[in-house]
């Protein structure tokens, strides 16, 4: 795999001077927030697998009744825990030392995911980099999905149908995500030098061959394939729950307008999430959005620690600070989505 590099904490030294963001920098520096907490993620990462052991067990133990069904949901949540573990591996929240993070991310990625720990890697810099931006952000390309009327323009047979109704089918379509993640982390291996291709490639065909193998020789053929739709279809829908309300419906940068600063360009195309712990746990703490980006290897334990420094920062500079609860973050994302869909809805 690639030594992509994490996504830094913040710009290069020599970009910062006199900048927004560098009293905020200095504070959070201060407050010690940058620390990594190795104990905290240890737990986490230890709790994690002796959850999916458990898992496993149960679905070997139940066997071939159809209570098994019960443990897919389940499976889907620890899922997605695993993907915020790895998600923070990539980000170096866990470690400083880059091998040892690129391994957490494989483990967690690639190997009990099926999800190319590289390809996610790659593209999520590249979102960090440039959020919400139409050129730079691979998350805001115009695919299944668009993000802006020009871009639904464009639209026309069959895209064309799935433009004018996407507020409508975002929810369903997430039901696909768990396994358009393996898709494109198979269809990435071609990207990446021999030696990476073999490891990535590897891992991924033993998750495949693990997770048939679990399933077909615990359960009929009809319960396997009922399990897998469940677990995966749900699992996708957690993450698109986690991820949807993050920045669409956000400002846009115009390609062709002011170039903002490191401060403005991750505050004004992030939305947090208000809610207390049950919402903190649910959307593995990225509900401190703005934190995540100005901060991506933050531990994710010290988000919301450094909210209020980041929001009366902004308060300071007049800039805004996009915070809502979790039904009216989907209900904004949403209703943009639904905005650039209807030029098609009126022709």
């Known amino acids: 795999m690639p030594q992509t590099a994490a996504v830094v904490a913040e710009p290069p030294p020599g970009a910062l001077a006199g900048s927004e963001f560098t009293p905020l920098l200095r504070t959070v520096k201060g407050q010690d927030l940058l620390e990594r907490r190795h104990g905290w993620y240890a737990l986490g990462i230890t709790v994690n697998a002796l959850s999916l052991t458990a898992v496993v067990v149960g679905v070997v133990l139940i066997g071939h009744s159809w209570w098994v069904l019960l443990l897919a949901p389940l499976l889907a949540v620890l899922s997605a825990r695993t993907a915020f573990i790895g998600h923070d591996a990539g980000h170096s929240q866990i470690t400083g030392n880059r091998s040892a993070s690129r391994l957490i991310g494989l483990v967690h990625g690639n190997l009990l995911l099926g999800m190319s720990y590289s390809w996610w890697n790659d593209k999520h810099n590249r979102h960090h980099a440039n959020p919400n ?8 390309v115009a695919d299944v999905l668009v993000f802006t009327c020009e871009q639904a323009r464009g639209r026309s047979g069959f895209r064309r149908w799935l433009t004018r109704n996407q507020a409508w089918l975002f929810f369903p379509l997430t039901l696909l ?119 991506p290897s933050m531990p994710r334990p010290h ?45």
Request: hydrophobic fraction near 40%.
């Open 303 to 347: 988000l919301r620690l450094a909210q209020p420094l980041v929001r009366s920062h902004c308060r300071e500079l007049g800039i805004p600070y996009a915070e809502t609860g979790l039904v009216d973050s989907y209900r904004e994302a949403l209703r943009h989505m639904h905005e650039v869909g209807e030029p098609l809805r009126v022709e």
């Open 133 to 140: 931006h139409i050129d730079k952000d691979p998350d805001v």
């Open 177 to 295: 995500e768990g396994v358009a993640l393996k898709i494109h982390g198979f269809q990435d291996l071609r990207r990446q030098p021999a030696r990476e291709r073999m490891v990535e490639g590897i891992l991924l065909v033993t998750h495949i061959a693990a997770y048939a193998t679990l399933l077909l020789t615990s359960m009929s053929l009809g319960q396997a394939l009922a399990f897998a739709a469940l677990h995966q279809a749900l699992f996708g829908l957690h993450l698109g729950m986690a991820f949807a309300p993050n920045h669409k419906g956000m400002e846009m940068p115009d390609p062709e307008g002011e170039r903002w600063g490191h401060l403005r360009r991750q505050v004004l195309t992030s939305r947090n999430i208000r809610g207390g712990i049950v919402t903190d746990w649910f959307l593995g703490g990225l509900n401190y959005q703005i934190e995540h980006h100005l901060f």
